[in-house]
């Protein structure tokens, strides 16, 4: 059953509609929230909105890689025990903050705040790709030439994401940098029975020697 | 995989704790609603910020029946059509809500606020009960005697429900008035099958004439 937007005061139905504004909460759920909040201690809910505006405001982001950071430089750029050498180019910051939990990754981040996709307006001067040419161009000259450079494109395996992995791969051509990609295959525990045949497909023609 | 509470940033953090306190929000959902109050032009996050401590800070309740209102009475209690001897007890402002868009009821309300519970550690003394028996003390004062009042216990059927129906029921056999509950039994389009027992079995001892 639909609420029939029948709110027994405008200051609970404008709560209603800024919580529901957020991707995927409902006006049901948004109710449930404003009610919640309602019955919360003032200075809990101060601090609620205050945590919020303060993160839009006062948020600032890597100079080197864009990554969110409290710093001009963030803690991963900061960190000399990392490798300077291997840059990994993300959508967004969630996909720096998955990776860094494999704990399998020590180089440097390159995050592009999205993906070229002409269906959304989003072209490649919306992203950050021509700060990474710069960064890798800069790094090239530092080392005079000695220095070996990966990219590492960790897009994902979507057409969006393959246009955009494509594009930036062109524009560093001009450039003596190693590009690479993310492995693509079967995941970890999965069944062969139930993988799609693209991914079963390339899983065999990128078959791997067998290490025990 | 959960995170591991790795963040980029004391702010986002900050945010994805207040976020995360909000009840069925986990912290992996928190975090994807922070970043995406991060993608909001500033004025909107500010505009949802402030939506909610309005509400928190400028909420009033009805000195009638407690319900979430703008006004000193809410529009409810302050319309002269509705039948003011019919007064339907419920737990929370979602059920006068719920009610409200049946389309089903002229009475009006009382709001207790929520329900006798030892366990919770919520007393007869922390819902509006007392001003439940004051109003129907004064409607009968006001009738002279003459007053037909019905008081409808619309609370859950669970323990503490029956618990807080029978507390009122009590505290309301001074007066005369009459006093109901809801009618309980199988759903609309409920099938046999799948009914519980208890359910079943009431809608069995109750059964009512039945009316083409």
Redesign the interface.
Known sequence: ?A??D???????E??V???S????VGRR?A????????K?P?E?????????????????YCRECR????EDI???CADKSRDHNLICVVE???D??SI??TGQYHGIYHVLGGIISPINGVGPSDLTIRELVHRVSSAMDEGEGNRKLEVILALSGDVEGETTSFYIYRQLSQYDVKVTSLARGLGFGDDLEYADELTLGRSIVNRQEFRP
Chains 1, 2 share one sequence.
């Not at 029948?6 to 609970?12: A, D, E, Q, R, V």
């Not at 109710?31 to 309602?38: E, V």
């Open positions: 059953m609420y029939k029948n709110y027994p005061s405008k200051l609970l404008e709560a509609d800024a919580i504004s957020l991707p995927g759920s109710l449930r929230l404003a009610l919640h909040l309602l919360q003032q809990n809910v101060h601090h609620f909105a205050k945590s919020i505006v303060n993160l839009r405001d006062e948020v600032r990554m969110i950071s409290d963030c803690s991963i967004t910051v969630r720096v903050m860094e939990n």
